[in-house]
């Protein structure tokens, strides 16, 4: 619907509402939905828009191990989808070689 059409809907409705509830009330009224109205097709079209997947990287033959620091215990990573580790106990893990050794780069 083009500007000119909302518009003459506007009116219409103001026209319509304005004889039975007063022309200001039904003009006020008719602005105030579709504000409201703007605002919810727009929220419903963020809320609806699904973010991208994530690029998976198969990561199971560099033998990444992780450690929590907090409870110890040991996570084995086979794809990741970001490049900072996980987290467990509300820590960031600590990243062990295979061999329970650690790495000697930062990865």
């Known amino acids: 619907m083009t500007r000119l059409g909302k518009a003459l809907f506007g009116l219409v409705a103001v026209v319509a509402l304005g004889a039975a509830f007063g022309y200001w009330r039904a003009a006020i009224a008719v602005g105030m939905f579709s504000f409201i109205a703007m605002l919810g097709v727009r929220y419903m079209r963020f809320v609806m828009a699904a973010p991208p997947d994530p690029e998976l990287t198969d990561v199971g033959s560099y033998g990444f ?12 990573v086979e794809k990741a989808a970001k490049d900072r580790p996980p ?3 509300m820590e960031p893990m600590v990243l062990l070689r ?4 650690p790495p000697l780069h930062t990865v």
Do not use: A, I, P
């Not at 191990?65 to 084995?76: A, F, N, R």
């Open 65 to 76: 191990k992780y450690v929590c620091t907090m409870c110890g215990l040991e996570l084995k």
């Open 98 to 101: 295979e061999d329970g050794k």
């Open 87 to 89: 987290s467990h106990c």
